[in-house]
C-alpha cells in the first residue's frame, strides 16, 4: 500500500511543483524543473535506502523518523502535551546553555523542528519513511530554485553552470536529501541570500517581506546558531560595500579584521560572552563522541588567537582538501574523492581561463559569498575532526563556492583547447 501511496504523492507533486509561482517565475521549463525534482527525490530514496542498509545498529535518519511518528500518536492522543513538550526543557538547569552540544534545550530544539514537522507530515504519509522524504525534498526543492534564480540573474547567458551548481553537486544533492537538518539549512541560507540579493537589485521592501526575512533569520539560529553568527558579519558587508564608494574588498576586509579583534577581545570587556571559548568547547565535544574510521587528528584549541592561529591551516587543509585522491579509510568517501578532485581541476580551469572579472556592484556578491562561505568551512575546519562529518557539513555551501567558478571559466577557450 505505500508504494501505491509514493507513486500517488510523487504524481500529485509532480504536478505541482512546476506551477508553484516562486519555482515557474525561476525561467525553466516544466519539463527541466520535474527532471530536477525528480533527481532530488531520487537521491532522497537513495540516502534513506543507503543509511537504513550500511549504518546497522541505527542512524540520524531513521531515528528522527521515527520520533516524528511517536509525535504524531502524541498529537492524536494528547493534543495539549504535544505543543507544551516542545517548549518545555527536561534540564535542571533550564533554557540556559544556549550554545551547548549536549544536555540543552536549545540543541535538542534543532531535532525538534524537524521531528514535529514530520509529525505533520505522517497525517498524509502513515509514518512510511520514503513519503516523508518525498514531502521534505518538495519543501527543499525551493532552496535549490531561489540559488538558481539568484545566480542566473547574476550571470546571464550561463544557464548550464547555473544548473549544474545549484541542482546536480553531487555532495550537496545527497546530503540535503536526507531528513535532517541540514536540508532546512540550506533551504533558509538559499532564500536568505536570494531575498538580500532581489532587495538590493530592486530595492523592493515591505513589512511582509521584512517579516519572512526576520523570521528566516530566527529559524536560521535555531537549526545551527553559528551558522547564522557568521551569516550577519557577512551580510553586513555586503550592504556596506553596496553603499560606500570604495571597493567591495577594502569594506569587507575593515569589517572582517573588527570582528576578529571583537571576537577575541570580547572576553575582557563583557566575561559572560566568550566566543574562543564556544568554539573550543563545540571541538571538545565532537572530539568526546565514539571514534570512527574516519577520524582525523587535529590539534586542540585553547580560547587565545594564537591557538586559533596555529590550528588554522590544519583545519583549512580538512575541510578544504580532505579526503585526498588516494586516501580511502572509508568505500563510501570514494564518490566524495572523485568530486573534491574535479573542483580541484575546476579552479585550476578558473585560474588559467578566467572570464570576464566582477564589476564594483557584482563583486560585493562575489565577496559575500567567498567570506560567508569561508568562515563557515574554517569553523568547521576547528570543531570537526571528522572526515564524514566534514563531507557532509560542507556541502550546504559548495553551491554558494562552486557556482560563481562555474561561471566565471571561459569555456569557449577551454572548448578550443580541447579541440
Known amino acids: 500500500m505505500s508504494y501505491l501511496l509514493f507513486i500517488f504523492y510523487l504524481i500529485v507533486l509532480g504536478w505541482m511543483v512546476p506551477r508553484f509561482s516562486f519555482i515557474r517565475r525561476s525561467g525553466l521549463s516544466s519539463r527541466m524543473i520535474l527532471g530536477l525534482f525528480v533527481l532530488k527525490v531520487t537521491a532522497g530514496l537513495v540516502i534513506g535506502w543507503f543509511s537504513l542498509h550500511y549504518y546497522h ?31 518545555r526543557s527536561g534540564y535542571t538547569h533550564g533554557y540556559s546553555r544556549l550554545f551547548d552540544s549536549f544536555q540543552s534545550f536549545w540543541n535538542d530544539l534543532k531535532n525538534n523542528l524537524v521531528i514535529k514537522l514530520l509529525s505533520l507530515f505522517n497525517l498524509l504519509s502513515g509514518g512510511d519513511y520514503y513519503i516523508n522524504s518525498l514531502f521534505f525534498n518538495a519543501l527543499i526543492f525551493i532552496g535549490h530554485v531561489g540559488l538558481y534564480r539568484l545566480f542566473v540573474d547574476r550571470y546571464p547567458g550561463r544557464q548550464w553552470p547555473v544548473i549544474i551548481g545549484c541542482f546536480l553537486l553531487p555532495s550537496t544533492l545527497y546530503f540535503t536529501s536526507g531528513i535532517q537538518k541540514d536540508g532546512i539549512v540550506f533551504l533558509l541560507l538559499a532564500l536568505l541570500i536570494y531575498g538580500v540579493y532581489f532587495y538590493i537589485q530592486q530595492r523592493r521592501s515591505g513589512f511582509w517581506r521584512i517579516l519572512a526575512f526576520l523570521t528566516g533569520l530566527a529559524f536560521l539560529f535555531l537549526m545551527r546558531s553559528y551558522v547564522l553568527l557568521l551569516f550577519v558579519p557577512a551580510l553586513i558587508a555586503w550592504l556596506l560595500a553596496r553603499r560606500l564608494p570604495w571597493r567591495p574588498r577594502i569594506s569587507f576586509a575593515g569589517l572582517y579584521l573588527m570582528g576578529i579583534v571583537l571576537f577575541f577581545s570580547l572576553p575582557s570587556f563583557f566575561p559572560p560572552i566568550d566566543p574562543p571559548a564556544i568554539v573550543v568547547q563545540k571541538q571538545a565535544d565532537f572530539r568526546g563522541l565514539p571514534g570512527a574510521t574516519t577520524s582525523l587528528e587535529l590539534d586542540s584549541l585553547r580560547p587565545s588567537f594564537n591557538s586559533f592561529i596555529r590550528v588554522a591551516p590544519r583545519a583549512m587543509n580538512h575541510v578544504l582538501l580532505r579526503p585526498y585522491p588516494a586516501e580511502l579509510p572509508s568505500p563510501i568517501l570514494l564518490p566524495m574523492n572523485v568530486e573534491l578532485v574535479a573542483y580541484q581541476l575546476l579552479f585550476l580551469l578558473f585560474l588559467f ?38 563531507v557532509r557539513y560542507r556541502s550546504l555551501y559548495l553551491p554558494l563556492l562552486i557556482t560563481p567558478l562555474l561561471c566565471s571559466v571561459n569555456w569557449k577557450r577551454v572548448g578550443q583547447l580541447i579541440k
Do not use: H, M
Not at 540520524?60 to 516542545?86: A, C, H, I, M
Open 353 to 390: 581561463f578566467p572570464g570576464k572579472r566582477d564589476s564594483p556592484d557584482r563583486g560585493a556578491l562575489t565577496s559575500f559569498l567567498l567570506c560567508f562561505s569561508f568562515s563557515v568551512l574554517l569553523f568547521i575546519g576547528y570543531i570537526a575532526p571528522n572526515l564524514g562529518s566534514l
Open 57 to 87: 545498529a541505527g542512524n540520524d535518519y531513521w531515528d528522527v523518523n521515527r520520533e516524528g511518528w511517536k509525535e504524531t500518536q502524541l498529537l492524536f492522543r494528547d493534543p495539549g502535551e504535544y505543543v507544551r513538550n516542545f517548549f
